[in-house]
């Protein structure tokens, strides 16, 4: 059975796959794997992001709260 025939994968893909020794099933894998690395990735960075913003805001509000003596 070709994978690569039953996706309807273009001929430029599949002989790109090819020529670099790789099946359908482990192109499969490894786009599945990079998914999740690329997933992973952007939900580290978001948490790193909101946890400076949410530092940065609470030190404005800090210095807000001393000006105004609350």
């Known amino acids: 059975m070709d994978l690569w025939k039953e996706f309807e994968i273009s001929e430029r893909i599949t ?3 090819r020529e670099l020794g790789i099946s359908a099933g482990t ?3 490894v786009l ?3 998914y999740f ?3 992973w990735a952007v ?5 790193e ?3 400076e913003i949410t530092k940065k805001n609470t ?4 210095k807000t709260d001393k000006a105004t003596g609350v």
Request: hydrophobic share 55%; glycine share 4%.
């Open 37 to 39: 690395v690329i997933k």
């Open 49 to 51: 992001a909101h946890e």
């Open 43 to 47: 939900k580290n960075g978001i948490k």
């Open 27 to 29: 192109a499969i894998i």
């Open 32 to 34: 599945i794997v990079l």
């Open 59 to 62: 030190h404005i509000n800090q």
């Open 15 to 17: 002989d790109i796959w």
